[in-house]
């Protein structure tokens, strides 16, 4: 069995499917291989086929790994040969490796959103393997068989789940700490809304929930730890309610650098957020570059 690194500590992430708030599982993870200088190695230290050629592999890996590795955070993976070539989750389309191509290009928000970015050369190199046909060629490993990935190299990726309420329970009338799970709460809890009292100026307000894709008003998980840290570096650290709501009235600056744990294990998300309303962007289905709710580890 050929195994792939789950140990990926490569700085930026080329979103094909465009995760701004991209939260990277980074702790607690069985580690069963490597990655050196971009290349997937197995067990022995030795590279492994991914069916991708050589320089397409090491910049992807280089480039995309932290969000688009073996084990995703982000809604596509683009390791394998199959990854790249299969349709892509945000634009059936195109193939994941055109989608990728696109978002490397846009010139208003291109991909990785931080960190390194690839070179002009890098893309022509890209570019020119897409539209020539993308054809497996010879990877780092020396092979053009990219061969299975394995459950438990692989693993499922945490985001591909359906729309439902796992709660089986839903917000009903009455108004408090538990009203509205998964809503909006800044759009009425700030000084210039609705909210007269100074214990109702939320700054940050979001909800977390146990899968990727659960509906407006569904009770979220509880007892999850957001931890935020401000642009002056000041920490809060809020729990999740009964309904999984968590919310703060502290005087924080944006942009927030954001993680969530529960049971040991710990979510990162990877660029910061410009603003405390979480659940404007983790909604549902996902909006402004988010793949859907704050997913617990």
């Given amino acids: 069995m ?8 490569i700085v930026g992430a080329l979103l094909s499917a465009g995760f701004l708030g991209c939260f990277a599982q980074n702790s607690n993870l069985a580690s069963s291989g490597d990655l050196d200088g971009g290349v997937a190695l197995d067990d022995s230290g ?43 989750y945000s634009n059936s389309a195109n193939t994941e490796a055109e989608e990728a191509l696109a978002r490397m290009k846009d010139t208003k928000s291109p991909m990785p959103p931080s960190g390194p970015k690839p070179t002009t050369a890098e893309i022509a190199a890209f570019e020119a393997w897409v539209t020539g046909g993308a054809q497996q060629g010879a990877s780092c490993g020396g092979d053009v068989d990219a061969g299975p990935l394995s459950p438990v190299d692989a693993g499922p990726n945490p985001y591909n789940t359906p ?18 799970p998964g809503d909006t709460c800044i759009n009425c809890h700030t ?6 009292k100074t214990a109702c100026k939320f700054t940050i307000a979001g909800t977390v929930y146990p899968t990727a ?12 730890t957001v931890v935020v840290t401000d642009a002056n570096n000041t920490t809060v650290s809020l729990v999740a309610n009964s309904v999984g709501t968590f919310t703060s009235t502290a005087a924080l600056v944006a942009p927030f650098s954001v993680k969530v744990t529960s049971g040991g294990k710990t979510r990162v ?29």
């Fill in 46 to 88: 030795s590279p492994v086929a991914t069916g991708v050629p050589c320089d397409v592999e090491t910049m992807l890996a280089t480039y995309c790994s932290s969000c688009h590795g073996v084990t995703p955070s982000a809604p596509s993976r683009l390791v394998t040969y199959g990854d790249l070539t299969s349709p892509s």
């Fill in 191 to 196: 000084a210039q809304k609705k909210c007269t």
């Fill in 269 to 297: 998300m990877v660029a910061k957020a410009p603003n405390g309303d979480c659940n404007s962007c983790h909604t549902a289905t996902g909006t402004q570059n988010a793949p859907g709710r704050i997913m617990a580890p």
């Fill in 163 to 180: 729309l439902k309420c796992t709660s089986n329970a839903t917000w009903f009338l009455f108004n408090g700490a538990t009203m509205r």
């Fill in 2 to 9: 050929r195994i792939l690194s789950l140990r990926l500590f």
């Fill in 213 to 224: 894709h659960e509906p407006t008003n569904c009770n979220g998980l509880a007892g999850s």
